[in-house]
């Protein structure tokens, strides 16, 4: 069993940066992949960045540049750092994990999700 706590989330400026932080229990965190999704008022949920168990990351086109995410195992944390944040970033951000190792991009793949943090930005 994993559990995840997000944090970080708020309010931002248009070009501001935030990061998010999420915090895992369990003495495998560093066999399971990490990522990132989001979800705007009234759209699905959509994948954001993942990393694998050995660092490999990956990005949804629309965050590529500007969005950067890690991983620091001795700690159990995930990071999300955000920079030249947009309006169109606005969602709940969920961290997520699967067993397995490799970043995936679709919702179904992960096992255990965080309770979300609010990201807002203001044009």
């Known amino acids: 069993q994993v559990q995840l706590v997000d944090s970080g989330g708020g309010l931002v400026q248009a070009g501001g940066s935030l990061r998010l932080s999420c915090a895992a229990s369990g003495r495998t965190f560093s066999s399971y992949a990490m990522a990132w999704f989001r979800q705007a008022p009234g759209k699905e949920r959509e994948f954001v960045a993942a990393?694998?168990?050995?660092?490999?990351?990956r990005y949804a086109d629309s965050v590529k540049g500007r969005f950067t995410i890690s991983r620091e195992n001795a700690k159990n944390t995930v990071f999300l750092r955000m920079n030249s944040l947009k309006p169109e970033d606005t969602a709940v951000y969920y961290c997520a994990s699967r067993a397995g190792g490799a970043g995936k991009v679709d919702v179904t793949s992960y096992d255990y999700w965080g309770q979300g943090t609010q990201v807002t930005v203001s044009s």
């Open positions: 990393a694998s168990w050995s660092g490999n990351t």
